[in-house]
């Protein structure tokens, strides 16, 4: 794989050509099959920027081709032994060129969403910026997702009052399936890391929590994972992060999404969360995801589920079969605590799953093994955080961590 970087202005085209062993077919880090569609694609910033360091444009370009690069890449700036050797020894890739420094910053941004999750960890980090990322079309690439209203999105973090840095990329359109989106799940932070010298950035903050982190959910296998290549700091990512001098940082990583939720919905940034990505005035209520969150939200404040999706409708079906589910954990902590839970759409879960707030209340305190993963300048903010507003879990609820999924 060979990239190049050029900047025009405030937009920043990159453009890549594979290697006669690499492929069209490749394969996210946690195991989804995706297929490439276009070689470029762009990133615009709100303003120009005088330089990138190598070691970030070699980051941000890494979370595009990754999935199809087999055996060696070649970046069009030499990069930092630090970034090399964590490729290297990640992926199993030849780097080159070789020879730059590596790069250090002093702040912590929010790769901000404007999910309940990422919410939360702006509650926690008041004072830390905000980075989002808007999807926009490509120039060679049909829109196939016309429904995604990123821009809704977009205008929802701009009316948070928080200081805002929004970068806008078509990277997702490199994917021709499954569907557009993210090459890897970290492109979302491509334009945070062309940023990163211009805001002085040390570290970024994501809003993934317990159940992304340490339990599986999604594509995720149901296990216990201390080594999740994905985003712990003994992963491929988080050392490729750190050697680009911008480590990742999870505060929310210890706690479930019933958890985020709430600090979400009672943060004064309550009225511009947004989880789902279809519609305008707000959430569709239609969609798989609006069902999903509704089940926590429902949870949360303890009342019945507000939704007109039925049990026959096809975004409910996986709900109808017995588990495991993605998300298993969350599942159960809903219809643990949702009143009349038998005749929703999840009735049938329910009765697989037999969950009770005794068997659930595990998942409304902090896993306290995440706080150690967080650097140490974030480190006590957010350990101080836990303990007053959320709490720590005993040793037997920590051991409901490690044993999840298993047989």
């Known amino acids: 794989m060979r990239v190049t970087w050029k900047p025009d202005g405030d937009v920043w085209h990159l453009g890549f050509r594979l290697d006669p062993e690499d492929g069209l077919d490749g394969t996210v880090t ?89 919410a939360a960890v702006a509650a926690i980090l008041p004072d830390s910026p905000l980075v989002h990322f808007q999807r926009v079309p490509h120039p060679r690439v049909p829109n196939r997702w016309t429904h995604y209203r990123s821009d809704v999105l977009a205008k929802l973090a701009a009316r948070t009052g928080r200081e ?14 499954p569907r557009p989106g993210y090459p890897e799940h970290h492109a979302v932070t491509a334009g ?6 211009e805001l002085d950035l040390g570290g970024l903050a994501f809003g993934y929590e317990l159940g992304s982190r340490w339990l599986g959910g999604g594509r995720y296998l149901l296990r216990y994972t201390p080594d999740n290549p994905m985003w712990s700091g003994d992963g491929r990512w988080g050392r490729l992060f ?32 947004r989880w789902c990505l279809r519609g305008d005035g707000g959430p569709c209520g239609e969609c798989g995801k609006c069902l999903y969150k509704e089940l926590i939200h429902a949870a949360v404040e303890r009342r019945p589920l507000k939704t007109a999706i039925t049990a026959a409708r096809p975004v409910a079906a996986k709900w109808q079969k017995p588990p495991p589910y993605g998300g298993q954990e969350m599942i159960e902590y809903g219809c643990a605590r949702v009143p009349g839970i038998e005749t929703t759409p999840f009735g049938v879960a329910a009765g697989h799953l037999g969950a009770t707030v005794e068997s659930t209340s595990w998942l409304d305190h902090c896993y306290r093994p995440a706080l150690e993963e967080i650097p140490d300048p974030w480190r006590k903010q957010v350990t101080d955080f836990m303990a007053e507003e959320v709490g720590f ?15």
Do not use: K
């Not at 505060?251 to 309550?270: C, D, I, K, N, Q």
């Not at 879990?393 to 999924?405: A, L």
């Open 30 to 118: 946690d195991g989804q099959a995706v297929r490439l569609a276009t070689n470029s694609c762009r990133i615009q910033l709100p303003r120009r920027v005088a330089d990138v360091h190598p070691d970030l444009l070699a980051l941000a370009a890494w979370t595009v081709v990754a999935p199809w690069t087999t055996r060696r890449i070649t970046f069009d700036r030499p990069v930092s032994p630090d970034l090399a050797a964590a490729v290297e020894r990640g992926w199993g890739i030849e780097v080159g060129p070789v020879g730059g420094g590596p790069r250090a910053g002093g702040r912590l941004a929010i790769s901000y969403s404007g999910g309940a999750d990422s």
């Open 192 to 197: 945070a890391a062309l940023m990163a010298d």
């Open 242 to 273: 750190q050697a680009a001098g911008l480590p990742i940082v999870l505060p929310v990583g210890g706690v479930s999404e019933a958890m985020t939720m709430r600090l979400a919905l009672t943060s004064e940034l309550r009225p511009y969360v």
């Open 164 to 177: 805002l840095t929004i970068t806008r990329s078509d990277l997702e359109f490199t994917l021709a399936e």
């Open 393 to 407: 879990m005993t040793e037997d609820e920590e051991r409901r961590v490690r044993d999840w999924g298993q047989a």
